[in-house]
């Protein structure tokens, strides 16, 4: 069962836009990047950093790709792509767009994932994603973060709707011919069938179409100190060396060798106050919190150290809403003394949850439906003299750095990865590993432009320039929740 949280009253919501009125944020139809604030200047200092000076330099960069209209319109066109994948395959809009809300929203929603309750955020996203966003702002209503596209998107990509879906292409040449014009059906040919995760002889599941195999692409190493991630492995009682960060080996592939998860990990959660202190909170989060039990104002108050039911039909305050949040730093800890961790204090770069095989994922989904994607975008379009190689060169190049950016504006401005972290993961994928302040000053290797934005590294440098400090205040989250992340809908249609 799915609720619709589009048109429900919310007694916080007032509170919550007027704690935001004061920020900027850059609508989504804008077609360069703008400053956050209008602050004065300042002189950002790009080498000899400390982790610490890197740590806010990456929350800066991340706030302004988060906002940007480059990652904003890529999470669109994804979306917009994968749609008509879908209602292709089906030859069918309702029934496609039925079974991509079935993908979308859990039967046993995970709090920690903004939208997993509602029907009208799916709508939302996706009818911005097809249509534009001209209409929701014209109704004045709150614009779409891009941490609800990006994760629409995961949702979708991560699901078995769409690995059922590219099995039938991969197993039809009909369905080749007629899904050309969106998938990359040579990157598509390039996957191989093997046995289904968890399958044994006690419980055969045959073999599924394996997409994510974190393959690594890149003719270079990840590192110049690919030394520090020697290592002996036992397998099949024999210790074998290897070294996942030489090319052709894949870190993304091993690395939960480089993390652990922390007992706290699926305990975490903010207050909706100092997440909206932060600019790190919309509206429609705060409604889909309120369908957390942890939020029903008939709850037991011992979340928050006071015993007893809260009084009926009392409007809770902002500093006592329960925000379950799923974030890499919280829920995972890298392993000191790893090679990744070495490396990276080495080169004064931050750490939370290792090299992202979530960026990994994202640019093969994007591979996979690159064809779609530079049309949606319209990279495919010649420029200036380009030979028909020298186009498809470049435009994979930028789809491919216009998906990293939004994987940092997604997962770094969220704290779920440090740049380095999404940096390796895109390096699977042929982009350069960026250990030092390239990381942070090229973003692009050449500046893009289309006709729905004009995005480069000097533009992003110069806006960073301009950019007020973005407040974290990290150390605010709790670990302690009480009574689980996930919830289940009764048979009477309430969520327990």
């Known amino acids: 069962m799915v609720i619709s949280t589009s048109a429900l009253f919310n007694p916080l919501a007032t509170t919550l836009q007027e704690s935001k009125s004061t920020s900027d944020i850059e609508p989504s139809h804008s077609t360069s990047i703008t400053p956050l604030t209008n602050s004065a200047p300042q002189k950002i200092e790009w080498q000899n950093n400390s982790i610490a000076d890197n740590k806010q330099i990456e929350a800066n960069l991340a706030r302004l790709a988060s906002e940007n209209p480059a990652a904003l319109k890529t999470a669109d066109a994804l979306l917009a792509t994968l749609a008509k994948l879908f209602i292709l395959i089906e030859e069918n809009e309702l029934k496609a767009t039925t079974k991509m809300l079935a993908s979308y929203a859990s039967d046993?929603?995970?709090?920690?994932?903004?939208?997993?309750?509602?029907?009208?955020g799916f709508s939302r996203v996706m009818d911005e994603a097809r249509h534009g966003s001209a209409r929701a702002l014209c109704d004045g209503q709150e614009p779409l973060t891009l941490r609800e596209k990006a994760t629409a998107f995961f949702n979708l990509t991560n699901s078995t709707y769409f690995r059922e879906t590219m099995e039938k292409i991969h197993s039809s040449p009909e369905l080749k011919k007629m899904a050309a014009d969106i998938v990359d059906i040579s990157y598509l040919e390039s996957k191989q069938f093997a046995p289904a995760r968890g399958n044994s002889k006690e419980r055969p599941s045959g073999d599924q179409l394996a997409l994510y195999t974190f393959k690594n692409e890149n003719k270079n190493d990840?590192?110049?100190?690919v030394h520090l991630y020697e290592q002996l492995k036992e397998v099949a009682g024999q210790k074998t060396s290897s070294n996942p960060a030489k090319a052709g080996s894949s870190l993304t592939k091993v690395q939960n060798d480089f993390r652990q998860?922390?007992?706290h990990a699926e305990m975490v959660w903010a207050s909706a106050a100092d997440l909206a202190a932060d600019q790190r909170l919309t509206g429609r989060e705060l409604v889909f919190a309120h369908y957390n039990p942890r939020?029903?104002?008939d709850r037991d108050e011992s979340q928050f150290g006071n015993q007893g039911p809260i009084k009926a039909f009392a409007s809770l305050s902002l500093e006592q809403t329960v925000v379950v949040r799923?974030?890499?730093f919280a829920v995972w800890q890298v392993k000191e003394g790893t090679g990744f961790f070495q490396d990276a204090q080495l080169q004064h770069k931050p750490t939370v949850a290792g090299p992202s095989g979530t960026t990994d994922r994202f640019m093969t989904a994007a591979r996979l439906l690159g064809n779609g994607l530079m049309n949606e975008l319209g990279l495919n379009q010649p420029k200036g003299a380009e030979t028909q190689e020298q186009n498809?060169?470049?435009?994979e190049r930028e789809m491919k750095e216009l998906v990293r950016w939004m994987a940092t504006g997604y997962?770094?401005?969220d704290n779920h990865h440090s740049m380095i972290e999404v940096n390796l993961g895109a390096a699977n994928h042929g982009l350069p590993a960026q250990w030092g302040t390239a990381l942070y000053s090229e973003p692009f290797s050449a500046p893009i432009k289309t006709e729905h934005f004009t995005v480069s590294s000097e533009e992003v440098m110069r806006v960073a320039e301009q950019?007020?400090?973005?407040?974290?205040?990290?150390?605010?989250?709790r670990y302690d929740l009480q009574g689980g992340r996930r919830a289940k809908f009764t048979p009477d249609g309430r969520i327990a």
């Open 467 to 477: 950019q007020s400090t973005v407040k974290t205040h990290y150390e605010n989250f």
């Open 295 to 297: 939020n029903r104002v």
């Open 108 to 120: 046993t929603p995970n709090f920690g994932v903004v939208g997993q309750l509602g029907a009208g």
């Open 411 to 413: 997962l770094v401005d």
């Open 222 to 225: 990840a590192s110049e100190n």
């Open 392 to 395: 498809n060169v470049r435009a």
């Open 326 to 328: 799923g974030n890499g």
């Open 261 to 263: 998860k922390p007992e």
